[in-house]
Structures are given as structure tokens and as C-alpha cells.
């Protein structure tokens, strides 16, 4: 399926070559699931979107603009992806932003009229590192060459997600998910102060954590940490929860909390924001 | 001077929303001076173009093409400032590489008619950190951020360039440029193996310093070092070698090293290769 494209509010799929997003990754995306024709957990995804606007000093979008966009580009389809770039817009030559830059808004939504069934996960730990910057550490910004080069080994080894560790060897997340390591009744995921993506999926799953009363933590997490888990499961904005059933080497079970969490976070998100 | 544009050798200057350049930063780029009607150090550009798309699995342009594209967009124009961006070109969404990619060549050529006078600079040691990661180390990539943060920075505070370090507190050059410490007769640079892009003209810098006996050192620099050198350079492919005058608050003066290995590399690149 092509998907359909909106770029600055025009049914239009060509951007500007000297738009800076091509040019130095300049800009922050998120990628959203409709579902029952609500686009799930909006106010999160446009709130960290906003904090990533704020980091980059780029001027926020409007998130009812935003909103009316969507429902344009999906056109009545209740279910599919919606993907959102903001760029810094065009620019000249030269790493400095300018000082009247004017954002570029790229949205485009694939249909999805089925429902996916999304099984356990296999996993490996991948080779490439996730990249460590303080500044960017937590944002989804266009700067995403660790994650394609630690995808392309993982889908060669024949595995469906790969973990990502940072130049210190600990745990950052899966090239396109977060993870979750189970102890006992309680739950840990990896600290993204210095790399990652802090994902929509991720923050909804450790609210309805604190809601069932199941205790999280975020830490520094090495890869012999996985080794000791009782149960892994991995989040992003489309998967909801997913059971990790073979990590490195070693078969896992999908256990009760994995299966808890997943339930709580099964029906969240749609309560508001028709868009 | 708004720049010409040549996409995939056809004159255009809009690319399609769902390149993999713009989406992931998922491609490289080299910035390259065209000085008495020849692309200065093209092959230098050349090779690590190529180095970077055996890393990140890219095919490499043929040479050949790209010369004669870059004749093409110039057009019998002497001097100015070639761009070109290579991308893994259009694909679904997804990290993952698609297996059967076709890469996306752009180039842009703004003409500069006169010679510019590059004075000494003026730096500062920016916030923004430099991201960490030893399989993008050294190359151009697109996942520019860093440099973009940070040169808001300098910019901010009225300086010309600014020095950036990594989450170790170690140098790693420039926003857009290579650094090199002086001291005595012995020249240092940082080390670029777990991030930074290995400059056309640092490499040039330490190939004359070697022909005319001045040692030279890739070494882990901190800012401490800075205070201890003679003299300071900065350098890249437009500029050539600038002495920094002006480093942390403290007077430097231009020294005769730096001015010996300015005068040396002042020639070169401009033997093979007219593009």
C-alpha cells in the first residue's frame, strides 16, 4: 500500500532539496497508529514532539492544525499509520540554523484494513551501537543511522528486533522499540539520558505500571541483566506490548506481568482527540 | 546566490518525501571547493565518500559520473562550492535498508565569484556535545544534529566556530572543522574513532606536515590541552588552514607552523581531476 502524503497542508509528495531535515537530519518525527479511527495516544506523541521542538528550537506545531491534517490525510479510514516529520525547512548551506526558518509539516498515512497479529519476539543483541548525545538522548529526531545500520543485522541474521547497546555497554532499547526487563513483580527499562528514543508506548506502559501497582524503575542495564530476567517485552507506538521469547540465545516464557501490562495498555489511548 | 541543482543527473531541485535521506538521515555528504575550474582534492573527496558507503552498504558512485555531473552543474563556472548528498533513496517506512535500494545522487553548485579572505577565528567550546558512536566515527554523514545545536551556539554568542567535545570531555574538532594544537615543533589532532568526520583537508594537513618533517598525532585531547598549545588551527575544505586566535577567553598568536602548513597545503588538490 503507497501511502498518501500531505506536506504543509497540500496534497503534494516532493520536498525541496535544501529542506535541512535531507540535508543535516534537522527535524523530529513521530509515528502514530489509527485505530477505531482515533489516532492512538495523540496528546502523548504530540507531547513529545513539542519537547523535541524545544530542544532543537524549533517553533511547536499547532496541535489542532495538526490534528485537522490527519484526519484530512487519512480521509475516513479508521485504521493505519500515520507518520509526522517536522523539518527546520529550507535553508542554505551550512550547519547554523537560519533565523527565520520556516518548518516543514511532511505527514503521510498507510491504510491498514486488517488488524496485525503481533507474536513474540525474537531478539539478538546487535553489534551497532546506538549513538550517545545528552542533547538528543530521549527525542525521535530524523539522526537515525544507528538504528538502520543495527536493522539491517538483525533482519539478516533472521531475527525481528535487535537491542541496541551504547559506547558504555549498557542496554539503550531495540532499534525500533523500548524494552522491559520483568524481576519478580517488578519492572525495569533501560535510563535514556544519554541515548534512545523515550517512546509513546513506553510512557503509557509505565503509567499503567504505577496503576496496577507493578513497581518500575529506570536504570542502567548491561546486557548480563537480560540473562537474569524472568520476562522481556518490547513497546512501540504500534506493537503495544510484545513478549520477547528468545533473547541471545536463551528461550523465554511470555510471563504474567508481560501479559498484565499488555492488557492494561490493550484499550488506552482512544478516549480522545477524533482526528 | 540561490545554487544550482542536478538529481540523479537531471535538473530538478525537489526530491520525494519518502527518501530514506530525509526520513532517517540515512545517506553522506561532501562539501567541495572548485578553485581555478577544479574540484580541489576530488579524489580525497572521493575516497571517503566511498569508505563511507562500503559502512554503510551503500554502492559507491562511479567517479567518473560524478566528475562529469559536477562539469555539468558548474558549468564552466571557475570557482565556488559543490555540494553533493548521496542518499539510499526512496523506501517504505521502516529502518530496515530495502533490499534493492537506488541510491539518490544530488548535487548543488553555488558560484562564488571572489576569493574570500578567511581570517583568523575566533572560538568557543560549545555546550552541544558531539555524539558518540564508532560506526558512524569519521564519516559525513547525514545525522548532523550535533553540529547544527551547536553551531546555534557559537552563533548565539557572536564567535566564528566552536569546539565541541565528547561525552568523555574529550575534542573532537569543530562544528565545521578539524582542529590541530601546536606545540613546538609536534602537531596534535583529535582522534576520530568514535566520532567526528575526518576532514578532506585534515587529511591533506597531515600529508604535508609529514613531507615537510613536522610530526603529527592523532591523540585523546580534552580542553585542559587547549590552554597548553602554542598555536591553533582550525581547517576544511573551503577554508584551508585558519589559525585560531582566540580559543576559551585566552590570545593566541598565528604562529609559524600554522602559517607553514597553510602556506603548504595552500597549492594543493588542484593537480588531477578537472570535474
Sequence with gaps: ????????GIRQDRVDADDRGLAYGDGLFETMA??????????????????GCRRLSLPAPDRALIAA?????????????????????????????????????????????????????????????????????????????DSVLASAEWRAEGYD??????????????????IFLVYGHHLLTPRLDRGGICGVMRGAVLAAAAAVGIEAEEA???????????????TNALWGVRAITHCAQRGLPTGPVTRQLAAAVRGLGLEVNRC
Tied chains: 1, 2.
Design 1 to 8: 500500500v503507497s501511502p498518501l502524503w500531505l506536506i504543509n
Design 34 to 51: 489509527v485505530r477505531e479511527g482515533v489516532v492512538r495516544f495523540f496528546e502523548r506523541h504530540m507531547a513529545r514532539l513539542e519537547l
Design 69 to 145: 491534517e490527519i484526519r484530512s490525510v487519512r480521509g475516513g479510514c479508521p485504521r493505519g499509520t500515520v507518520k509526522l516529520i517536522m523539518t527546520r525547512g529550507r535553508g542554505p548551506r551550512g550547519y547554523a540554523p537560519p533565523e527565520h526558518a520556516e518548518p516543514l509539516r511532511i505527514l503521510s498515512f498507510e491504510p491498514q484494513p486488517e488488524p496485525s497479529q503481533h507474536g513474540p519476539l525474537r531478539v539478538m543483541v546487535c553489534k551497532t551501537l546506538a549513538s550517545t548525545n545528552p542533547s538528543l538522548a530521549g527525542l525521535k529526531t530524523l539522526n537515525r543511522l
Design 161 to 178: 528486533e535487535g537491542l541496541m547497546l551504547d559506547t558504555d555497554g549498557h542496554l539503550v532499547g531495540g532499534t525500533k522499540s523500548n
Design 220 to 234: 542502567r542495564l548491561s546486557p548480563a541483566d537480560l540473562g537474569q530476567a524472568e520476562e522481556l517485552f518490547a
